[in-house]
């Protein structure tokens, strides 16, 4: 009889073997990616962009790596939540595999969150490490940064991962979520520009969204402006997601799985 921690970890320990022999080809997605978007709008455009109240008084470059840190967790949580979740199911059906040995289908499910978080806090220091090299990090607050980033992925992969255990299909149902969630989040949650300058009625949109509340707490972080109950909020928010998502995602894989 497996603990159930050494269950969960023999499927991370599946992921990290495939990961370790085919990790190139995610290197451009979820580093280079992030980068190239960093380097355009913070010093391409940026150098367009006068310091100022809007930006805190920083660099708009200063100003956007933090805020870029939880999009690109986000992002990559996107990434790591649909097709591979998919693929487990129907083409390389490792889950079934894991399934036929002691490892009970909840386990796989949170043995396959926690990989998804091992993935985002790794990318997300790289990243970091990348920020840091261009001049655009402003001190240790950044790796206070890099955990909220990692909790505001977290809670966008576990509903999604919840998600993607009910597809049957070839993976268009993950079309929608990329085109109308994640693309307009990723514009319109406060990663560029503040959500206040949106008009009125569009803001309750940008507010429910994970990637504000990262948004709000990676900036927060990264300029040591953190007020405690602003916090507790963000973070009590994205906590409720990420557990809620988890929950859906242990049911959606025992029905699945036929457990």
Known sequence: MLHPWQARLLVVESMWTWYRRNWRATVVSTVLTPVFFLVAMGFGLGSQIQPSGLTGGQSYAVYLMPAMLAAAAVQNAAGESTFPILSGFKWSRVYWGMTATPITPAQVATGQLLWIFFRLAFSGAVFAIVG???????????????????????????????????????????????????????????????VTELPAVVRPLAWITPLWHGTELTRAAAFWDLEFWPVVGHMAYLLVLTGIGGALAVRNFRRRLGV
């Open 132 to 194: 840091t090299v261009l001049g655009v990090v402003t001190g240790l607050g950044i790796i206070l940064s890099l955990v909220f980033a990692v909790l505001a992925g977290m809670a966008f992969a576990a509903p999604l991962v919840a998600f993607a255990a009910t597809v049957e299909g070839e993976g268009t149902a993950f079309s929608p979520v990329f085109r109308f969630i994640v693309l307009p989040m990723t514009l319109l949650a406060g990663t560029f520009f503040p």
